[in-house]
């Protein structure tokens, strides 16, 4: 039984919105996206929000197994209950459940301003040009989608039209084999003070951990 004064509420709301156009990723095309929003409250009714939204294909539960395990949780629980349920949990549950506790311990993060990105669904200057008059300035690309030669002709009219202050973050989605990883390091060269970071870039088993240890150094840009 959670004293009131550790007591955590928990509640659940599960979502599926469909995209306004299909994304491209070099795991396919998605036209939705799905999970749960999390919500923790306290006892003075104090709230914090979290947010599950799992994909299989990059190593969490599926959205299946997502909802089981939220379904089996307790409805209220105190502190120390909760650092169980985020140690048991597949990985996006824990991280909901870690991301909405650590906004109710915290109330003032809701009050620090961060750099966000903003997903461009495609290499056109339309698609940067709308987004830049949204207010961002930070962009993300997919790569992996089509054939290399082409994405790097379409990436460099982008960055050829990026502003003082603007970057690009590229995410292949574990698309990139060590030939790719060469091309993309000759041709992003030149750009360098253009790209925020390359997420993701080798799927796992491509190369040996030291290999790619060795790859990042040498790509300060690459988040692993």
């Not at 395990?69 to 990985?91: K, N, Y």
């Not at 650590?102 to 200057?125: C, F, G, H, Y």
């Not at 089509?146 to 990436?155: C, K, N, R, V």
């Not at 060469?182 to 993701?200: Q, V």
């Amino acid at each position: 039984m959670a004293s009131s004064q550790t007591a955590r509420r928990f509640d659940i709301v599960p979502y599926r919105r469909p995209f306004t156009r299909p994304m491209e990723t070099s795991w396919g095309t998605w036209t939705e996206r799905e999970g749960y929003i999390i919500r923790l409250t306290d006892a003075e009714g104090k709230s914090g929000f979290g947010e599950v939204a799992p994909l299989a294909a990059f190593g969490s539960e599926s959205i299946e197994t997502a909802g089981i395990f939220l379904a089996g949780m307790e409805s209220i629980f105190d502190e120390e209950s909760l650092e169980h349920w985020i140690q048991s949990a597949p990985p996006a549950c824990a991280f909901g459940l870690w991301s909405a506790n650590q906004e109710l311990m915290n109330p003032l993060a809701k009050e620090n301003k961060v750099t966000s990105s903003v997903l461009l669904p495609d290499r056109s200057i339309e698609s940067l040009i709308e987004k830049r008059s949204l207010g961002f300035r930070t962009y993300k690309l997919k790569l992996g989608t089509g054939i290399l030669s082409m994405e790097q002709d379409e990436l460099a009219v982008i960055l050829d039209h990026l502003v003082d202050g603007e970057q690009i973050r590229l995410d292949p989605n574990r698309s990139w084999d060590l030939h790719a990883f060469e091309s993309w390091t000759h041709f992003l060269e030149p750009y360098a003070g253009k790209i925020d970071f390359i997420e993701e870039p080798f799927a796992q088993g491509i190369i040996e951990d030291s290999e790619l240890l060795q790859l990042a150094n040498s790509l300060s840009l690459i988040h692993i």
